[in-house]
């Protein structure tokens, strides 16, 4: 009696494992399918998915520009989702719990970024790997001119994942300010116009987002001028207050080795909230937010 209920437990026991394999693959087929439609810059696969040990597997079938193709694996023992190759690096780079990345991959309308970050009147809306940014009329500039923090994985914050964001901007308007000096609205301009930010330790889900900026955004940087008595008194600028700034444009983000070696002007560090800027690319940066 005692053998048969040894061999029914085992038989049990083997169904349970068969079940919950079942489901991985299930949820790892889910995976590959998300991932292709949000990320089809570096997923797409032809072949089925391979195992090794505790590792199921599957290589991407579009070819990188460096490091081999991209490679997206599930752990069977941890659950956990892994990304490889291609401009993740070498090593494998957790992204999170299978559960969690695929609700990720299915959400349409969920933000990648800290919505307590986003400054006030500031509104921010996510179609697919889509962001839409909007103003309630015309808002003042924030300091942490990084409108979309993302949001740290506290399981592995450390991703080791560096993105770089550049803005073009179509159309810009520059009201309240003018000068008798040639060149001085132009740089005013030029500073907003074409801006590079990067973030440090961004999630993978994260690494790859389109940013309409606009309809048009508008923001008033009259208290970033700082002295407007001290600003006018040459004569050679008129400031008739509020100072706004108008634009539309999209921003493009793309993996690069090290956030402080290119020639961004902000860079945030989602794994500790440090935040570092300098006037331009080629000054040297300075810590405007401390790390938490």
Not at 119 to 147: A, K, Y
Not at 234 to 241: I, K, M
Request: aromatic share 6%; with cysteine.
């Amino acid at each position: 009696m005692k053998r048969i209920a040894t061999m029914l437990a085992v038989v049990g026991l083997s169904a349970l494992q068969s079940v919950q394999a079942d489901n991985q693959n299930q949820v790892f087929d889910q995976i590959m399918s998300g991932a292709q439609n949000v990320f089809p810059q570096y997923f797409s696969f032809s072949s089925e998915p391979q195992t090794a040990g505790p590792w199921c597997y599957i290589f991407s079938d579009l070819p990188m520009s460096s490091g081999g193709n991209v490679i997206l694996g599930l752990n069977q023992d941890t659950d956990g989702i892994y990304v490889a190759g291609g401009p993740f690096g070498g090593e494998p780079v957790y992204v999170g719990q299978a559960n969690d990345i695929l609700a990720a991959l299915t959400s349409d309308n969920e933000l990648p970024c800290d919505a307590a970050q986003i400054p006030e009147g500031l509104n921010i809306s996510r179609n697919g790997s889509e962001l839409t940014m909007t103003t309630d009329g015309c808002i003042e500039l924030p300091e942490n001119s990084s409108f979309c923090t993302p949001n740290a994985d506290p399981s592995n914050p450390v991703t080791g994942i560096h993105t770089l964001t550049e803005t073009t901007v179509d159309n810009f308007q520059l009201t309240g300010l003018t000068a008798s000096i040639p060149g001085v609205v132009e740089n005013v301009a030029s500073q907003y116009s074409n801006q590079k930010t990067c973030i440090i330790n961004a999630p993978a889900g994260f690494v790859e987002f389109t940013v309409n900026l606009g309809p048009p955004l508008c923001f008033d940087i009259t208290n970033q001028l700082g002295d407007l008595a001290q600003l006018t008194s040459s004569g050679f600028v008129q400031v008739t207050p509020p100072v706004t700034i108008t634009l539309e444009g999209t921003s493009a983000s793309s993996v690069v080795a090290n956030c402080l070696d290119t020639d961004a002007i902000l860079a945030t560090d989602a794994a500790t909230g440090e935040v570092l800027a300098r006037p331009n690319a080629d000054s040297e940066w300075t810590v405007v937010v401390p790390a938490n």
